[in-house]
């Protein structure tokens, strides 16, 4: 039988040798339990130390990690089924066009058409699919991998056929981040048709900006910089 009093002076001494054992465990070299190092934010209540770089993470990154991922691109914060633009100059609107290779299920469209040539597969496209078919992308803090994006891309060269003239780039349209690319539809009417297209990926949407020729390539293509100048999302 142990003594009350030796029982409680023996598990005093216990408790404060591992108390002393968690203290140096979760401390760094400088005695910082967040391990210190010259990053660091200074001890709270402390001047910020001039010579020493401060951390601050944005509120919506603060989930992520201390960095944005690397190699992303910030996805569009906004409803793609309100993206317009103005009719290019020397063109029209026009409602006789459709979709004929719908890569993510349902889709809206707008068409413009040179006034001089009425009745030709040369038309600029404004396509939104404002549901992912094949499934959404992976978003992490507000960004999706480039990685992901061009394989997206290339299912859908698969779905509709298309030869890839000029390889995709990621630029900015409408102050949006999206990916430029030049293709060839060798099996689309006629003797098929190239276009200069621009897909715009938002939060489970994505669009497809696309001027496409078969028979005037300079006259499309100046359109296509005037609407794409033009282009904006309400």
Same mark, same amino acid.
């Given at each position: ?5 030796? /029982? ?8 404060a040798a591992v108390l002393g054992v968690l203290v140096l465990a979760g401390c760094g070299a400088d005695g910082n339990p967040f391990g ?16 020493? +770089? ?33 009719? +290019? %100059? ?18 809206? /469209?707008? &068409? ?16 939104? &699919? %404002? ?14 991998? *480039?990685?992901?994006?061009? *394989? ?33 539809? +060798? ?6 048709y190239s276009y200069r297209g621009y897909w715009i990926f938002g939060r489970g949407q994505v669009a497809h900006v696309y001027c496409q ?8 293509? *100046? ?12």
């Open positions: 039988m142990r003594r009350a009093g030796a /029982g409680r002076r023996a598990a005093a001494a216990l408790a210190g190092g010259p990053e660091d934010p200074a001890p709270t209540g402390a001047a910020p130390d001039p010579d020493r +770089p401060q951390r601050t993470i944005p509120p919506n990154f603060a989930e992520c990690g201390e960095e944005e991922p690397k190699d992303g691109e910030l996805v569009a914060d906004v409803d793609l089924r309100n993206m317009t633009a103005d009719p +290019p %100059p020397g063109f029209e609107e026009s409602g006789g066009y459709h979709e004929d290779n719908p890569v993510e299920g349902e889709w809206t /469209g707008l &068409y413009f058409v040179p006034t001089t040539q009425q009745d030709t597969l040369d038309v600029i496209n404004i396509v939104v &699919y %404002p549901q992912m078919e094949l499934g959404p992308l992976t978003i992490t803090c507000d960004q999706v991998s *480039r990685a992901e994006i061009e *394989r997206r891309i290339e299912q859908y060269h698969e779905i509709n056929g298309a030869d890839v003239i000029e390889s995709s780039e990621f630029v900015t349209v409408a102050g949006l981040p999206a990916v430029r690319e030049v293709v060839h539809l +060798p099996d689309s009417g006629y003797s098929g020729w078969v028979v005037d390539q300079a006259t499309i293509e *100046r359109g296509c910089d005037d609407l794409i100048a033009s282009l904006r999302v309400s």
